[in-house]
């Protein structure tokens, strides 16, 4: 009987730490969602873009290309430089227009 009451003790311990652990992962994982869903949204409008995840996909790639032309620029390859800025500019100036 002793016995029966250590094991119920500790598996009723066990299934706490286990349940605080998931509830804790659960309650991370909702604020982070939540501050991922709320700096996107800030940032859609304030850029005046698209909720969609195309406007997304195409502001990451004309970040990409804009930081690709100024890194060029900074390289001293200046006509590919400014090739990759101006398309930079013109991908970004198209999304948010």
Same mark, same amino acid.
């Given at each position: 009987?002793?016995?029966?009451?250590?094991?119920?003790?500790?598996?009723?311990?066990?299934?706490?730490?286990?349940?605080?652990?998931?509830?804790?992962?659960?309650?991370?994982?909702?604020?982070?969602?939540?501050?991922?869903?709320?700096?996107?949204?800030?940032?859609?409008?304030?850029?005046?873009?698209?909720?969609?995840?195309?406007?997304? /996909?195409? #502001? =990451?790639? !004309? @970040?990409?290309?804009? %930081?690709? +032309?100024?890194?060029? &620029?900074?390289? /001293?390859? #200046? =006509?590919? !430089? @400014?090739?990759?800025? %101006?398309? +930079?500019?013109?991908? &970004?100036?198209?999304?948010?227009?």
């Amino acid at each position: 009987m002793a016995n029966e009451s250590l094991f119920h003790w500790a598996g009723e311990q066990l299934g706490q730490l286990i349940r605080t652990v998931v509830d804790s992962l659960a309650w991370v994982l909702t604020h982070l969602s939540e501050a991922v869903g709320g700096f996107y949204t800030g940032l859609r409008d304030t850029l005046g873009i698209g909720d969609s995840t195309a406007s997304l /996909v195409i #502001l =990451i790639i !004309g @970040l990409l290309v804009l %930081v690709a +032309g100024l890194r060029r &620029l900074l390289a /001293v390859r #200046l =006509i590919s !430089g @400014l090739i990759f800025t %101006v398309l +930079g500019v013109a991908l &970004l100036s198209w999304l948010m227009g």
